[in-house]
């Protein structure tokens, strides 16, 4: 019998706690996006970071990579000092989590990411980012972090014919947003295949091939209600599918 694809899932840490000092620094992944990678059949499992423990101690237990929303980068992975907007970064999750995706771009396994996902990315490969896009970025006029509900689309993404996210988009997509920093140098690699209409970067994708597709925003907090959304995740789950029959036939 076919074994079921395992998806390796970056954890975030806990920064705000209660008086339960045992929750400090906690791993954890949002539940909505174990939820769809669940039923869509695949086994995703968290990767907590782990001091000492790098990239290559990873890549061979997972299909595929999938880096989910966070905090914001520290700074000192792209070469700046910390800005006055910057948030609580955390360095050691950035530094796990950089060597996680080197060595999974590196094994030319699919990589996908949400939120700072696209960014912890993008650092990875090269990249930088604005570390507050009301600051550093007069052109985004659009509050890209929403007040509303975190599920409800709120702003607009035009989007590249012929990428992967046209294919589960369409031309135009209606998204949440809930991110003060985004992608300002794109890394070597990628192509950028979705914008907002000021001019923020919301999705890049490998510039050859399908091995990376990302996304500024949540879809995992949007596929309930919007099947476009869904799609996303099941376009991953065959890229994942596709990967490994490659793998099959070339061993
Ligand atoms: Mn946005």
Redo the contacts with the bound molecule.
């Keep these: 019998m076919e074994r079921k694809l395992r998806i390796a899932v970056t954890s975030r840490t806990l920064t705000k706690f209660n008086e339960n000092v045992t929750m400090r620094n906690a791993p954890y992944v949002p539940r909505d996006l174990i939820t769809i990678l669940g039923k869509l059949d695949v086994i995703p499992f968290v990767l907590p970071d782990v001091e000492g423990a790098c990239g290559r101690d990873y890549v061979d237990m997972a299909d595929a990579l999938f880096l989910p929303g966070g905090q914001d980068v520290d700074p000192v992975f792209f070469g700046e000092e910390p800005t006055w907007k910057i948030g609580a970064a955390d360095y050691k999750m950035d530094r796990f989590e950089i060597e996680l995706v080197r060595a999974f771009y590196r094994a030319g396994k699919p990589i996908a990411g949400i939120c700072r996902g696209i960014q912890v990315l993008n650092v990875a490969l090269g990249g930088t980012l604005y570390q507050d896009l009301q600051a550093d970025n007069p052109d985004a006029y659009?509050r890209?972090s929403q007040a509303a509900d975190g599920s409800y689309p709120?702003?607009h993404?035009t989007v590249e014919p012929g990428s992967r996210l046209h294919a589960a988009l369409g031309d135009t997509a209606f998204?949440?947003?809930?991110?003060h920093q985004?992608i300002r140098k794109l890394a070597p690699g990628l192509k950028v295949t979705a914008v907002?209409p000021d001019g923020?970067i919301?999705g890049v994708e490998s510039a050859e091939g399908d091995q990376v597709v990302a996304v500024?925003?949540h879809p995992e907090n949007m596929w309930q209600e919007h099947p476009e959304m869904r799609q996303l995740f099941v376009n991953f789950v065959k890229r994942v599918q596709k990967y490994v029959e490659s793998e099959k036939n070339r061993l």
């Excluded at 998204?175 to 991110?179: A, L």
């Design positions: 659009i890209h709120t702003h993404v998204v949440n947003s809930r991110h985004s907002a923020v919301e500024q925003w």
